[in-house]
């Protein structure tokens, strides 16, 4: 059997080695799939890194934009700060009636990230409080009403609203219209956190006209850095693909490791992606 001499053996070998960097690379430049664990100093042996012009407004405009939602901020001063402190556009979802819900909002409103309103609604676990400023599938109408209008007053610049828990209101239909109505009529929009694949809140308020939009990925359903890590890469992953998504995360100590090492492992990431209020994702009303 004839074989090739060493030397084009070897060329080959490189040619092959440096076809399938250059693939890498180029699958990176373009956005597609999951980003590669690669470093900029291991692409730069594989094939040298073009030097960029900067991008224009229209090319930032088409950039496929990702919105994180920090749920449950307001029992914590500590670790609210230290959200407030990444240096990415955050929106903040505050309980009300808790410790610090005022003074994070202010410290929050202040800095100039979107504020929602977490309003808690009733679980199917009867051994899980929602906490103060709940509402229940037995309460009627007015109170329903009076009891988000009493939260909005409390988080007075909420420009939105999304679910605390809810995973038995927000699959009643009825209730979920109740609850709606005084948000639309403050002119605010709704997020459904989906807390329950039965939720029928975000087609309730397609229904009523309200700007509306649904949760994606939960970061932290297991507070663990690196399963949060790869939760964000699988935000950001279908933000490429369909031009937006939304992520909701919680004032976990892992949580915020593990946002701080992702943009750390891609700090070109904003070339690519933007990270914006949860505002600029929502549908408005039919």
Request: positive net charge; aromatic residues 8%; proline residues 8%.
């Amino acid at each position: 059997m004839h074989r090739a001499p060493e030397n084009v053996q070897a060329f080959d070998s490189t040619r092959r080695t440096l076809l399938k960097g250059a693939g890498f690379f180029f699958i990176a430049l373009a956005g597609h799939g999951a980003l590669p664990p690669l470093s900029h100093a291991a692409w730069k042996l594989v094939l040298p890194i073009p030097k960029r012009p900067p991008l224009s407004q229209k090319t930032k405009e088409l950039r496929p934009k990702v919105a994180i939602v920090i749920d449950d901020i307001g029992n914590s001063l500590h670790l609210g700060r230290e959200f407030l402190a990444l240096p990415i556009g955050l929106t903040f979802s505050i309980l009300p009636f808790r410790p610090f819900s005022r003074q994070l909002m202010d410290e929050i409103a202040d800095a100039g990230h979107e504020i929602l309103l977490h309003q808690p609604m009733e679980p199917f676990r009867q051994d899980i409080d929602p906490g103060p400023g709940a509402i229940y599938t037995r309460f009627p109408a007015p109170r329903i009403h009076d009891t988000i209008r009493a939260n909005l007053h409390q988080i007075n610049v909420a420009i939105g609203v999304n679910n605390h828990m809810g995973s038995k209101f927000t699959a009643n239909r009825e209730k979920v219209r109740e609850a709606l109505e005084p948000i639309k009529q403050d002119g605010l929009f709704f997020i459904d956190s989906l807390t329950t694949p039965r939720s029928v809140a975000y087609d309730t308020a397609r229904s009523l006209h309200i700007s509306t939009a649904h949760r994606n990925v939960f970061l932290d359903c297991r507070p663990d850095r690196e399963a949060t890590v790869k939760q964000m890469k699988r935000l950001v992953a279908m933000a490429i693909r369909w031009g937006k998504a939304i992520g909701i995360g919680h004032p976990f100590p892992t949580t915020l490791l593990a946002i701080k090492q992702f943009l750390s492992m891609y700090r070109g990431l904003d070339e690519k992606i933007e990270f914006v209020g949860v505002s600029r994702l929502i549908s408005h009303g039919q």
